[in-house]
């Protein structure tokens, strides 16, 4: 089974197009992440909800917005996209929020090409 | 939270342990050390985290020492699949629970 699985594997837009990233994760963690990976490799978070509600918010441009319907999902959506933002987006999941409890649970990555 | 500091790249041969340092010489009393790992093109994988005391798992050992300053990593017998990106991250205090920070790693290549 799948712990967290992330739709799609690759996307590949146009700039000014809105697209969405799909991520669930059936571990039953109450806290979900965002990360980016860019060209350099480099991950840095981007968002973090606990229990559908936002808890870290990185200096993120406004057109990524987080959305979580419920505790095992956590959606990306993006709009207007840039050359910027291509990267790879990285979902994890992590069983709660408290000290010595990052041992976070990583998707498989979706890799976006923004053309 | 405190930075680390981790040699660009290490080499170990195929069957041998790998240890991997890092420097954390900022930490605070109730930062945590934590070890994550990236094998090409793969979400980053959880190894092992300890507070003060060394702490071992199936996968890997982790030596603290001390004073706190620096910790080793120990894959006690390398294996081609072991080859990836290792991260070093403190993490855990104050408002920063969930935000790990991740440097530019240490590559290590296991060769045969």
């Known amino acids: 089974d799948t712990a967290v699985s992330q739709t799609p594997k690759y996307l590949v837009t146009q700039m000014g197009n809105d697209k969405s990233i799909k991520c669930e994760q059936n571990?039953?963690?109450?806290?979900m992440y965002w990360y980016k990976q860019d060209s350099k490799k480099f991950l840095k978070i981007m968002f973090s909800?606990?229990?559908?509600?936002?808890?870290i918010n990185e200096t993120v441009p406004n057109r990524f917005s987080p959305k979580s319907p419920d505790k095992a999902h956590l959606n990306l959506h993006i709009n207007s996209l840039e050359l910027g933002d291509s990267a790879v987006y990285f979902c994890?999941?992590?069983?709660?929020?408290?000290?010595?409890?990052?041992?976070?649970?990583f998707g498989p990555g979706t890799r976006l090409t923004v053309l | 939270d405190a930075k680390t500091t981790q040699p660009t790249s290490m080499d170990c041969a195929e069957g041998r342990a790998a240890n991997l340092p890092c420097n954390h010489s900022?930490?605070?009393?109730?930062?945590?050390v934590y070890w994550y790992r990236q094998i090409h093109s793969q979400g980053p994988q959880y190894i092992i985290h300890?507070?003060?005391n060394n702490e071992t798992n199936e996968m890997a050992s982790l030596i603290i020492t001390e004073d706190r300053k620096s910790s080793t990593l120990i894959l006690p017998h390398a294996t081609l699949r072991d080859t990836a990106v290792y991260y070093c991250?403190?993490?855990?205090?104050?408002?920063?629970?969930?935000?790990?920070?991740f440097g530019q790693g240490t590559i290590l290549t296991v060769h045969p």
């Open positions: 994890a999941s992590s069983p709660r929020q408290g000290a010595g409890t990052d041992t976070q649970y």
């Open positions: 571990l039953g963690h109450d806290t």
């Open positions: 909800y606990n229990n559908k509600e936002l808890i």
């Open positions: 900022t930490i605070s009393g109730n930062e945590y």
């Open positions: 300890g507070l003060k």
């Open positions: 991250i403190v993490s855990g205090g104050g408002t920063s629970y969930g935000k790990l920070t």
